[in-house]
């Protein structure tokens, strides 16, 4: 495939933009793969990047319903950050913020990595403590992250009512390397980057059905007819308990819908992401001008792309409290996804039940940011047939095992 460079725009201007070619490859699925992944999202498709690239494993197929990109990866607010509070999470998130800042270069496709700045915000006393054992949990793990004083949030987060009226900013987590990268593009790049390599990526072609015999897992049923692996990953997020459940077992996820909404495009008010945990919003402002918001999930399990209206109301009224300039914008569009949540809020990556099945799931309302790391981890997995010491921790035997890794009580949205 060729480079992307100034020197081929120049090129490509001077004869109509004629010589570019397709990003990538449509190829008609073959009749076996060595690894098949379900799911075209980030995950599935920086798993399928990776084992390409780091392990040579490249008769791959990577087997998507829609469009790629069309699931959460494209619907999400793109916050990347890694100040978490436990050592099993802030390894693979650092691993994967640290994959972030080059992966234009390394993909040779710009993924808009913009490390703004993530401010958390402490607005109650408990708060304020979980952020400082979090502040002193990032420095063990050698993650740059500190808390700042509502002095420096005011500062670094200009148009902020700190004192707000129920909830006034008593301090903040800031992670300076955090920020935002844009999300199709990162799709769009390790697809690109896969395809390049030799992996298949098929869109249009829903895994309808598993197939397994004594042994374990031998293919799959699709929409473009069977495919036989006998390594099979499984990377849909929602739809993951749709798919446990064609290969015959339950996993401990539940879905549904979070959602975000844009604002009008106004000139330039904010330069960082905010997150406010406690009256449940965050923001962050657009390359257009948009303000980008983000709330809470539907407090109830559902399939649907959209969310809830009440839930719109509720997220923008909590953020008009901290931000008082979002009273006078007009909303212009909003839209959801469907996360899979557990119960600890950690991701599952491990073995599943059924011997040469593998899963990647559970990254919940938080998933975008790890999408270099876990593919990473991922692709280490199938390479190996077991998980190596970045995604040992997030096995499904932890839910078994009373192992949690919990990030639900240290913040409140997990994002
Ligand atoms: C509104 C919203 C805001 C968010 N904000 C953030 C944020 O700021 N920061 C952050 O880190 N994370 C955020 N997230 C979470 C993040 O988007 C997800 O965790 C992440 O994108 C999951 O990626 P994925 O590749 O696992 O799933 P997806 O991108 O959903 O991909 C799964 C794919 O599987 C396909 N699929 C499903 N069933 C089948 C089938 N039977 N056959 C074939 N294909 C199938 C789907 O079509 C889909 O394309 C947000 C999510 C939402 C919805």
Excluded at 86 to 107: M, N, V, W
Excluded at 154 to 183: C, E, F, M, S
Excluded at 232 to 258: D, I
Excluded at 349 to 359: M, S, T
């Amino acid at each position: 495939m060729k480079r992307y460079s100034a020197f081929a725009i120049a090129r490509e201007a001077l004869r109509h933009h004629a010589g570019w070619e397709r990003a990538w490859a449509s190829p008609e699925p073959r009749a076996q793969y060595d690894v098949v992944i379900v799911g075209a999202g980030g995950h599935g498709l920086a798993t399928a990047y990776y084992l390409a690239k780091n392990h040579g494993i490249t008769n791959v197929a990577v087997l998507e319903k829609g469009w790629l990109g069309g699931g959460n990866t494209g619907r999400n607010t793109t916050i990347i950050r890694s100040n978490y509070l436990q050592d099993e999470s802030a390894a693979i998130f650092e691993k994967s913020r640290t994959l972030y800042e080059t992966l234009s270069q390394e993909l040779n496709y710009n993924i808009m990595f913009s490390p703004r700045g993530v401010m958390m915000l402490a607005q109650t006393e408990h708060e304020l403590r979980a952020w400082k054992r979090t502040a002193h949990a990032n420095r063990l793990a050698s993650i740059q992250s500190r808390m700042v004083t509502p002095d420096e949030v005011r500062k670094i987060v200009k148009v902020i009512n700190i004192d707000g009226p129920r909830y006034p900013v008593l301090g903040g987590l800031w992670q300076p390397r955090g920020g935002t990268a844009r999300h199709d593009a990162v799709a769009w790049g390790y697809a690109r980057a896969a395809s390049d390599l030799g992996v298949h990526i098929i869109q249009n072609c829903a895994v309808t059905g598993v197939d397994r015999d004594a042994t374990g897992v031998t293919g799959v049923q699709t929409g473009k007819g069977p495919i036989r692996c006998n390594r099979l990953c499984l990377v849909v997020a929602g739809s993951s308990g749709v798919l446990a459940e064609m290969a015959g077992f339950r996993l401990p996820v539940e879905s549904l819908a979070l959602q975000a909404l844009v604002s009008e495009p106004i000139k330039p008010v904010l330069d960082c992401v905010v997150m406010a945990n406690t009256v449940h919003g965050y923001i962050s402002q657009s390359d257009k001008g948009e303000l980008v918001i983000g709330g809470g999930a539907d407090g109830f399990n559902n399939y649907t792309q959209r969310g809830s209206f009440q839930h719109v109301e509720e997220t923008v009224r909590a953020l008009v409290e901290t931000f008082p300039l979002i009273s006078r914008l007009k909303m212009l569009r909003q839209w959801g996804g469907i996360v899979d949540m557990t119960g600890d809020r950690s991701p599952i990556i491990g073995p599943a039940p059924v011997p040469g099945i593998f899963l990647n799931c559970g990254w919940g309302t938080g998933g975008f940011k790890a999408i270099p790391g876990s593919g990473w981890a991922t692709a280490e997995m199938l390479a190996d047939g077991a998980p190596r010491a970045l995604a040992a921790p997030f096995s499904l035997e932890r839910f078994a095992e009373g192992r949690m890794i919990d990030e639900s009580v240290a913040a409140a949205v997990a994002h």
